[in-house]
């Protein structure tokens, strides 16, 4: 290990001074110092509150009922996603506490200093779009609720490229917001964490006791069927349905880094994601049913979407509550998970001229230009084709990931060498080869038999076809297999 570097007690790794190539390095890409790392297990137990309640998750139990699955099939299904995508998550996020780097520095460890910003890249387009989807959402609640308290002119306001005008602004206002909120740093979105949490929490059980009382009791959705039992029917969907649950997390099993790398320790990081991902997740996706349950008592439909339901409320008061918890379970979820990420990785493409705020910035405007609205029409392309490709595509860079920092180097970095050209993570001009073999033929039997909605119907590579439904497991299963089989020097450079 390099001399460059102090190992202290709990493990943690920090530098002597901070790298200065501006082409690897800049305040935002070097390890955080010790004393700066002073998040605790409350820190990312909220982080995994605020980012888990959300719109897109309270209806990921929606989409799977309109598969087939009863509520008790598709809570399970959640629950055993996020159990599953908590593994890696936790793995990845091991080496951001131990050296305080972000996942763009990780990957460096394993792509090379340039070949990094493949993965990174990767990751901050699926970001991107993620990042648009959560925008469209909050703009679509402030669209809907506001229109309770202006009257019909808003929501019959003359229309522009398909959409009132004023879905437009509604759209507009909360991107501004966002991005306020963002260009404040880190330290601003962990105290805006730490309030946003606990009051969504709040809001959803009074969402929850709101139509519970309205109701008179649940509905009759509790006692609906299955309409594909537990035989050969219902596992037909169900492993699918489980690889785009994991998809739905498998980008924050990539960047967690960006996070844990403000960790006061290892404890903290694991206690406060095992306590905040599969439980609030699960917990929300119960809550979904028991709302929408109470909905088809009192509506005779059920109402899956909570903006809709809010904007059935006949109190001004009532409504304006549910536009504030809308408003802040969607911002919470986008700017840790959407923002976060992709600011740190076009930081890591061009250190000299891209800042964190700068990257955040590009990834607003990149959020409304993919066309977000389009993304999430269909409930069938948006957990199969949407969740499932991103899931099997970042799957394979997890795989090669966890491959190289817990198999081969046994969680043992140089530090400084993250950031120094010529060093032992050069390998050719900057390009492990092996990283990017693992990721290409990964991502290769991952996504290359999907299919259905855009993809043809016997898959793009048809001989794949069989294995698209499991698209996380195989991507990251060969992935991490093969980055092992054809790095034995990795490992044997890490003991030096």
Same mark, same amino acid.
């Given at each position: ?288 049913? /028991? *709302?929408?349950? !109470?909905?088809? +008592? #009192?509506? =005779? ?6 903006? @809709? ?129 693992? /990721? *290409?033929?990964? !991502?290769?039997? +991952? #996504?290359? =038999? ?6 043809? @119907? ?39």
């Amino acid at each position: 290990m390099s001399i460059d570097q102090t190992t202290h007690a709990d493990g943690r790794v920090e530098l002597a001074a901070d790298p200065s190539d501006p082409r690897f390095a800049s305040p935002d890409l070097n390890p955080v110092p010790v004393a700066r790392r002073s998040w605790t297990t409350y820190n990312f137990l909220a982080l995994w509150v605020g980012m888990a309640h959300n719109i897109p998750s309270w209806t990921l139990a929606s989409g799977l009922v309109a598969l087939g699955m009863d509520w008790k099939q598709a809570v399970l299904t959640i629950a055993l996603g996020n159990l599953v995508v908590l593994i890696p998550m936790i793995l990845t996020g091991h080496a951001g506490t131990k050296y305080g780097i972000p996942f763009p520095v990780l990957a460096r460890a394993s792509f090379g200093l340039r070949g990094a910003n493949l993965p990174a890249m990767l990751r901050a387009a699926v970001a991107c779009a993620w990042f648009g989807i959560q925008t469209w959402i909050g703009g679509e609640g402030i669209f809907l609720l506001a229109g309770k308290l202006f009257g019909p002119w808003w929501q019959e306001a003359a229309e522009i490229g398909g959409e009132p005008w004023t879905q437009w602004l509604a759209f507009g206002v909360f991107w501004l917001i966002e991005m306020a909120i963002i260009a404040r740093g880190m330290e601003t979105l962990r105290r805006f964490e730490n309030w946003a949490a606990p009051f969504v929490i709040v809001g959803a059980l009074a969402l929850l006791a709101w139509i519970t009382a309205k109701a008179g009791g649940l509905g009759p959705l509790l006692d609906q069927p299955s309409k594909l039992g537990w035989g050969s029917e219902f596992w037909k969907v169900f492993f699918p349905a489980l690889m785009g649950m994991i998809g739905f997390w498998s980008t924050l099993a990539l960047n967690i880094p960006d996070f844990t790398r403000f960790g006061g320790s290892q404890r903290a990081q694991i206690r406060g994601q095992a306590l905040g991902l599969p439980t609030t997740m699960t917990l929300f996706a119960l809550l979904s049913v /028991l *709302v929408t349950s !109470g909905s088809q +008592a #009192v509506y =005779g439909e059920p109402l899956w979407d909570p903006i @809709a339901l809010a904007a059935k409320m006949d109190s001004v008061t009532g409504t304006l509550f549910a536009l504030l918890v809308v408003l802040v379970a969607t911002l919470s979820v986008n700017i840790a998970a959407n923002v976060v990420s992709p600011a740190y990785d076009l930081a890591h493409l061009l250190p000299r001229f891209v800042n964190f705020r700068t990257g955040a910035l590009v990834t607003g405007v990149v959020g409304i230009v993919i066309m977000p609205w389009k993304l999430i029409t269909d409930p069938q392309i948006y957990i199969f084709t949407w969740l499932g490709v991103v899931g099997g595509l970042l799957g394979t860079v997890a795989g090669v990931l966890i491959a190289d920092y817990w198999l081969l180097r046994r969680t043992r970095l140089d530090l400084a060498d993250l950031y120094r050209p010529g060093g032992r993570y050069w390998y050719a001009a900057g390009w492990n080869w092996r990283a990017v073999t693992a /990721l *290409v033929v990964g !991502g290769l039997l +991952a #996504v290359g =038999g999907s299919y259905g909605g855009p993809f043809p @119907a016997d898959g793009l590579i048809p001989v794949l076809r069989p294995l698209a439904d499991y698209g996380w497991a195989v991507g990251f299963g060969s992935a991490t297999l093969l980055y092992v089989l054809i790095s034995p020097g990795v490992r044997e450079a890490a003991r030096r």
